[in-house]
């Protein structure tokens, strides 16, 4: 087997982010394929939730070195406050040192031929950097989603940091590595003598996690006697900028008063949504505390399994992210449920439900159109006409196809400099 060095702070035992699937099911598939990963990650510690149900997930044979990590928000803060270069690019810097240290070590103890560095913690991206300029290896940056954009990061010092570590990796690695087709052309665009080195590698879902979801019912809160309300699930985190539910709310709460809609015919459930006080005083600002669930996290499989067992699912994606893709949309396309998208339809999120035959979508910043989909959705539910994802969508999106993608791009990685990677 070749090996490759895979640096990624999403690693299980972290809870809470779907993120943490991209990098565990890559390590799980690539040995099948040629590959042996070897994973640099941080310490438990730096992680703010921590959760034990996917450590079995990573295969006995891995080799798993965890390097120290500190979070500057909870370690390093006196009296609610750190200093900003604690915390630039992000709050994980402290993992660059030891990180390189151990890399260095696993390096000359495995000598493995490519290099990976995983985002969104940008420091990632910063240890891959010093091992490639240390020892030549080949490195792979994978980017998932832009860094520096319009307005994010907020603080100017930390968008700056930003700017130039893409612009490093951009400059120096092998192919850049995005999960959307609207990220790599932005880049592309941003780096036009690099544009060629600007690869798409979507996210996925994974097939033995689903085969091994245990079966849950719809909801035990909900008395399934007669006639009973559509389920809608909204599972992961409601980010209060990029997936702002206010307009949901209020079209629920308009509805409700025109008498078109009631809690008896749709309940929208948040499941680890993070943000339950937000929601909840939305909610209530806008007369829709009636509509929705607010649900704790729960473990990987049960989460699955959930989206198997509700009526439908909910997308939230604001423009603002038109060239991101929420990671959990290829397990509702796997779940087999209506899903309802709340995006601008001109980006990426509303181009997957499209390709997948799914064309419930209206803009998540207006009342009027979701006001329009909410009651037709519930009407063609009741009927049994309600949309589902095509099956070749489906297939299309497993994360072992994936793998294979990736491990198409480490061997063009090792080829001679100046070898592009193809598409």
């Keep these: 087997l070749k090996r490759v060095l895979m640096i990624a702070y999403h690693f299980p035992p972290l809870a809470g982010s779907s993120g943490i699937q991209r990098t565990l099911r890559f390590v799980q598939h690539l040995p099948a394929l040629g590959w042996q990963p070897l994973v640099l990650s941080a310490h438990p510690r730096a992680y703010e939730n921590t959760s034990d149900d996917l450590l079995a997930d990573v295969p006995a044979a891995a080799v798993v070195r965890r390097a120290f990590a500190l979070d500057a928000a909870r370690h390093l803060q006196l009296k609610g406050r750190y200093l900003g270069w604690m915390a630039r690019p992000d709050r994980w810097i402290s993992w660059r040192f030891d990180a390189v240290r151990q890399g260095l070590q696993l390096i000359e103890q495995y000598k ?12 990632a991206h910063l240890i891959a950097s010093r091992l490639h300029r240390k020892t030549g290896i080949p490195w792979i940056a994978d980017f998932r989603d832009p860094m ?16 130039a570590i893409e612009a490093d990796a951009v400059a120096h690695a092998r192919c850049c590595v995005f999960t959307t087709p609207g990220a790599a052309r932005m880049y592309q665009q941003r780096y036009p003598n690099a544009a060629s080195r600007m690869v798409v590698l979507e996210n996925g ?47 629920l709460g308009q509805l409700q008063k025109a008498g078109t809609l009631s809690p008896a015919d749709l309940r929208i459930r948040f499941r680890a949504s993070v943000h339950e006080d937000l929601l909840q005083s939305l909610a209530q600002a806008h007369g829709a505390q009636d509509f929705i669930e607010l649900c704790p996290a729960i473990p990987y499989r049960d989460a699955l399994a959930e989206m198997m067992a509700v009526d439908a699912l909910l997308v939230l994606q604001a423009s603002n992210c038109n060239e991101q893709i929420p990671a959990k949309i290829y397990e509702y396309l796997r779940a087999g449920k209506p899903i309802l998208g709340l995006t601008d339809p001109a980006g990426d999120t509303a181009g997957v439900l499209r390709g997948a035959g799914l064309h419930d979508i209206a803009r998540l910043d207006s009342v009027d159109e979701i ?6 959705l519930v009407h063609d539910w009741r009927l049994g006409k309600a949309s589902l994802p095509q099956k070749s969508a489906v297939q299309q999106a497993s994360r072992h196809g994936r793998s294979q993608v990736l491990a198409d791009l480490l061997t063009q990685a090792t080829a001679a400099p100046g070898v592009a990677a193809s598409r």
């Design 112 to 123: 493995p031929d490519v290099i990976w560095s995983t985002y969104p913690i940008a420091t």
């Design 371 to 376: 006001a329009r989909m909410l009651p037709a």
């Design 148 to 163: 520096a954009q319009d307005g994010f990061p907020a603080d100017r010092r930390t968008w700056q940091s930003y700017l």
């Design 205 to 251: 879902y994974d097939e033995e996690s689903f085969a091994s979801a245990a079966p849950q019912p719809i909801n035990d809160s909900i008395r399934a006697t007669g006639r009973r309300p559509l389920v809608m699930l909204h599972s992961g985190i409601v980010y209060p900028l990029e997936r702002d539910p206010a307009q949901l709310f209020e079209a």
